[in-house]
C-alpha cells in the first residue's frame, strides 16, 4: 500500500527559484540560506519519496479570476513551468502520477472535500520553488508530483481547520492505494509577510517561530487560528502558512520534528522549513 | 458598501475580499494577460492603446499608467496581479514595497529595513495601536 512517510513544510519564495537559476548561491546574501537548506536536501535524498504531493498556491498563474476554485487537484501526466511574466523558470516538466492523483480525487470527494480536478495546469514557482529548495537542479525531477492547489489570493481562503481536515483525508485517500509507494506532503508558502499596502515588508518572526511549535506540538489547537488572526500576525500574504496545516493533517498527531530552519528575510518574506516524521 | 468586518483595523493592508474583488476584476485580468509575451510586446509598444480593451476605468487606467501601485490597490488590484507589471517594468519586489510604503521610502532604505528583519509588527497590529503610538510620541 502507499504509505504517506513525512511531511515537509517550506517557504516558497520566488527569489529562491531566481537565485538557483541565476547562480547567485554564493552571493553573501544567499550563503546562510543555502547552508541551511543542506540538512533538508541530503534527508530528501536518503529518503527517496516515489510521489510528493506538493500542498501550494497558483500566483495568478493558471487561475485568473475567471475561476477561482478552493482546492484544486493536477491529476495530468505532466505539468509545464508556467510563464509568470519573466518567460517559465527553465527547470525539468514537472511528472505527475494520473492514477494516484484520480485515486485522491474521487476519496476526497467521496469523503465530501469538493475537489476541483485539472487536467490543465501550469506551476509556477508555488510549486517548483519546493522543488528546487529539496532536489536542486536535476536533469529532470527525481519523484513524481501531484499539484494540490489551494486558494489563498482571493479571500476567504478555506478555513485552517479545512486544511487540517482536508489534510487527514488526503492521507487517507494515499494510504488506500494499493502501489506501494512512499508518498511525501509538502505544505508551502508563508512564512510571515507581506507583500502589499504601507504595510508591506511586515516580518513576526516571534509568531512564525510559535507557529511552527504549535505545529509540531497541538496542530489541533493551531487549526483554529483566524482568518483575521493570520492577516494581522502573519501579514496579508502571510495567510499561505495554512497550508502548512494539510501537511500536518496528513500525519500523525505524535510528530517528531527531525529538522528545523528559519532564515530572516528572503526578498520580502520571513523563511521556514520543518521536516516531521511520524514517531516509529 | 458592506458591513464593517474584523480585518478592517489592520492599517495599511488592502484585503482582496469580494467587494475588492468585484471592483478590481478588470484591472487585474489586464495584469493577468502580461503573463503572455506577446501580449507584453503589445503593451510595450503602446500602453494606452492596449489598455482600450480592458474595460478599466479611467482612474485604474491612469494608476497604471502612472505606476500607482498604491492606487491600484486601493482601485482593485490585487499584488499578485498588479506585480507582473512590476516584472514587466523589470522591478523586484522591494521596488514595489518600497513605493507602496507611501511615505517617500526608497528602495534602499526598504531593503535595509528587510536585513535588518522586516516592517515589526510592533505598532502594526492595528489602526488604533498605530494611532496610540503616534500619541505617545
Known amino acids: ?280 | 458598501m458592506r458591513e464593517p468586518r474584523d480585518y478592517d483595523d489592520i492599517p495599511g493592508t488592502y484585503v482582496f475580499d469580494g467587494e475588492h474583488s468585484r471592483k478590481g476584476y478588470h484591472l487585474n485580468m489586464f495584469c493577468m494577460s502580461l503573463n503572455k509575451e506577446q501580449n507584453r510586446n503589445t503593451f510595450r509598444e503602446n500602453e494606452e492603446a492596449y489598455l482600450e480593451g480592458f474595460g478599466l476605468s479611467d482612474a485604474q487606467r491612469q494608476a497604471v499608467l502612472e505606476r500607482d501601485w498604491l492606487g491600484m490597490l486601493r482601485l482593485g488590484g490585487n499584488i499578485y496581479y498588479t506585480f507582473k507589471i512590476a516584472i514587466y517594468d523589470g522591478m523586484t519586489m522591494q521596488h514595489a514595497g518600497a513605493a507602496m510604503s507611501g511615505n517617500g521610502t526608497s528602495v534602499e532604505e526598504f531593503q535595509q529595513m528587510m536585513i535588518t528583519g522586516g516592517r515589526p509588527i510592533e505598532a502594526n497590529r492595528s489602526k488604533s495601536e498605530q494611532h496610540n503610538n503616534i500619541g505617545d510620541q
Request: glycine share 8%; aromatic share 8%; net charge negative.
Open chain 1, 1 to 280: 500500500m502507499a504509505k504517506v512517510i513525512a511531511g515537509v513544510g517550506t517557504s516558497h519564495v520566488p527569489a529562491i527559484g531566481a537565485a538557483i537559476d541565476h547562480g547567485k548561491q554564493n552571493e553573501p546574501y544567499w550563503q546562510r540560506f543555502f547552508a541551511g537548506i543542506e540538512p533538508a536536501r541530503k534527508w530528501i535524498e536518503k529518503t527517496k519519496p516515489d510521489v510528493c504531493i506538493i500542498v501550494y498556491n497558483d500566483h495568478a498563474s493558471a487561475f485568473s479570476l475567471e475561476n477561482i476554485p478552493t482546492f484544486a487537484l493536477g491529476v495530468a501526466e505532466e505539468f509545464e513551468p508556467a510563464d509568470e511574466g519573466y518567460g517559465p523558470r527553465k527547470v525539468p516538466t514537472v511528472k505527475g502520477h494520473p492514477a494516484l492523483a484520480w485515486h485522491i480525487a474521487e476519496s476526497l470527494i467521496l469523503d465530501e472535500f469538493d475537489m476541483t480536478i485539472s487536467n490543465q495546469l501550469p506551476v509556477d514557482h508555488g510549486l517548483t520553488v519546493p522543488l528546487s529548495i529539496m532536489y536542486g537542479q536535476p536533469e529532470a525531477w527525481p519523484c513524481q508530483v501531484i499539484p494540490f492547489c489551494v486558494n489563498v489570493i482571493q479571500y476567504p481562503p478555506p478555513t485552517a481547520n479545512r486544511c487540517f481536515q482536508i489534510g487527514k483525508a488526503l492521507r487517507k485517500a494515499v494510504e488506500s492505494y494499493p502501489e506501494d509507494l512512499k508518498v511525501a506532503v509538502f505544505g508551502t508558502g508563508g512564512l510571515s509577510h507581506q507583500l502589499q499596502g504601507e504595510r508591506a515588508g511586515l516580518i513576526n518572526s516571534d509568531y512564525d517561530m510559535a507557529f511552527m511549535d504549535k505545529l509540531v506540538s497541538s496542530p489541533d489547537g493551531l487549526a483554529k487560528v483566524s482568518h483575521t488572526e493570520l492577516l494581522r500576525e502573519a501579514g496579508s500574504e502571510g495567510i499561505e502558512m495554512i497550508m502548512w496545516l494539510v501537511m500536518r493533517g496528513a500525519l500523525d498527531m505524535d510528530v517528531e520534528e527531525l529538522y528545523r530552519f528559519n532564515h530572516v528575510p528572503i526578498s520580502n518574506s520571513s523563511y521556514g522549513i520543518s521536516i516531521l516524521e511520524n514517531k516509529k
